[in-house]
């Protein structure tokens, strides 16, 4: 193989595919990209088996060929190369020599054959949806992903297309996050359980541009997104979804409207008195046009008063305020409304658009 | 104690002082910072007993008093107030109540009767410089200050006055740096042992505005630095220092002149290949009008190759790139010039004006 491309494009994949590149592996060549140089393009592709990223730049092909490298290595020697044109060759014995300018280095390549390549998905559906609005939905509701491998399921991301309409649900032990965004087509419903980790690469590797779209596509066991010239393949979570809208109840007692900035602020400083061994809960006293908030620990106490509007009765409940914060924020809106049943029920902070359901489960107040 | 000041001041005076505050101790009282309200004023101490910084900010004063409150907890809790005013109060059992706006922390203050007060220092020389040019110096000296205990005086940063000028210098085992500077007045000659950390720390506090000035005293076992509302003290290494100038051979066999961020980026470039097992040196070939830079590990090989200017022999010498890294960095020339001598003996860079010098071991090639 030998090829020509420049530095900044190289530097660019390499960011992208190296998503897939596991940190801890028993399988060495799984450390590996694999370089593919044929017809003006150098091809870039890592593979860790559950996720799988390839892209493609511009290249100057002289001798088409394949190799495979260290992905890590291969990323900081390019990192530190002038900006400037690269060459990559490599040899019968897998000999790979990375030249710009002055500088040259000569490294081992490894044998591709045992590459995982990535799988050839036959798409059931497809949708078209911008990559500005899927990075935000992910960005809104991964947060409550569950990290734990107790429970796979958990650790997904529940994607659901229904007519012209994307909905992305997570949730874990204590919170349930639901997002709707509206698609420019309508398509037939399908649902699958993306893993998180597969939309945490995603959502740092898409345009920010809200005019970029992509393509994604669901088979059995995969989902494919594809974007500029780049793709990625991710295996899906078996199994069924929780049923969630059947874990919601709609009815409330108190519905407040307050401060987005002011809600979360206070929260935070909640958190000063919070330590590893003493995890006081924050206490919410809503009551008409003003709701307390107060924590009291070893540390010390703290005590507020924000302004809100209420409709219903006075009530008093207690958080894990760092639940609420990833919640609060998330959202954009300025003002957000909360609907609150009783102490020991969750409580709910929604739009009326109903683009927005977030359910965070209180505290007992009786075990304080 | 009851006093009232802006949150940004208060802020900043926070962290200017908790530099002082020990990471680690077993004196629970040297966590606190001691408040002070007198005279419209609010003056901040902190004392690891090895450096103390004290400083003072604009505050209205309805109650004089004094409090020692832990540094940290008050540090995080004045970050994630409002940008409003604050107010302190403590009543006779040290209960500290800090209130902004609608929200109020209380936290149990400490018994101040054990706080080490900054010494009183009398000085027996005092010198004058712009702040910007003191901040510049330590940041060109710092990184040769030896880490280790095994050698007090190693961890120091000798400072000299002598005319007009201040001499700093520092080494370990494997290099010396020595920057010189002009004042603006003449001085009596004088000599100290400032301790690493004192000047580590005071360069992240002054100013970076060539305009402003600081005084700098000395007594037997003090340095006291003075500027705007803010006075460390830092306790001085006993001992004499190291005969730098019996040291630093003048002679040289070849001479050359490189362009500083060929070089630097070179040798970054090498470090690439180093791992912790196998820590091999880079080996630099000078020769008429071009330098070669190579090394090769288990890794894999690099090679580059410099145009330079020569004067005098050629020579082949192996050094650890990272230590000549550390030298370059700091260098603000387009163009340095290194003198050498032989490949097992130290190399030099320094300028013609003799602003600074810098002294750097090789690798013993024999090993290699």
Redesign the interface.
């Known amino acids: 193989m030998k090829v020509i491309c420049m530095k900044e494009m190289l530097m660019k994949a390499m960011n992208t595919v190296s998503r897939a590149v596991p940190v801890r592996t028993t399988m060495d060549i799984l450390k590996c990209v694999l370089l593919q140089a044929e017809d003006r393009e150098l091809k870039i592709t890592a593979n860790d088996t559950a996720l799988g990223i390839e892209t493609s730049i511009d290249a100057l092909v002289s001798e088409p060929g394949i190799t495979a490298i260290d992905a890590s ?1 291969l990323q ?2 390019i990192r ?3 900006d400037s044109e690269v060459m990559i060759e490599s040899d019968a014995e897998q000999t790979v020599t990375i030249s710009c300018e ?7 390549g490894r044998d591709f054959d045992d590459f995982v390549f990535l799988p050839e998905v036959n798409a059931d559906a497809c949708i078209e949806i911008s990559q500005f609005t899927l990075r935000e939905m992910t960005n809104q509701v991964i947060f409550s992903v569950a990290d734990s491998d107790l429970n796979m399921i958990m650790a997904g991301v529940y994607v659901e297309i229904f007519d012209n309409k994307i909905r992305m649900t997570t949730l874990d032990g204590h919170r349930i996050s639901i997002r709707i965004s509206e698609l420019k087509e309508s398509y037939d419903p399908v649902s699958a359980i993306v893993p998180g980790k597969t939309f945490n690469d995603l959502a740092k590797i898409l345009s920010p541009d809200m005019e970029k779209t992509m393509k994604v596509s669901f088979s059995k066991n995969h989902a494919v997104f594809e974007f500029e010239k780049t793709k990625m393949v991710s295996r899906l979570i078996e199994g069924e979804y929780f049923r969630v809208d059947s874990m919601i109840r709609d009815e409330y007692a108190t519905k407040i409207t307050v401060n987005k900035k002011l809600f979360f ?2 929260l ?2 909640s958190t ?2 919070i330590s590893e061994s003493d995890k006081k809960p924050v206490i919410v006293d809503v009551k008409d046009e003003e709701m307390g908030i107060r924590l009291k620990s070893a ?8 302004p809100i509007e209420k409709e219903g009765a006075d009530i008093r409940i207690a958080f894990n305020p760092r639940l609420l914060m990833d919640v609060i924020r998330v959202i954009e809106d300025e003002e957000i409304t909360v609907y609150l049943l009783k102490y020991n029920y969750p409580c709910r902070i929604r739009n009326e658009e109903g683009t927005y359901q977030y359910v965070v489960l209180p505290v007992n107040l009786r075990e304080e």
Chains 1, 2 share one sequence.
């Open positions: 290595l900081s020697i530190k190369l002038p002055q500088s040259r280095f000569t490294i081992s602020d206070c935070d400083r000063l008195l540390i010390g106490s703290m005590n507020e008063t924000i």
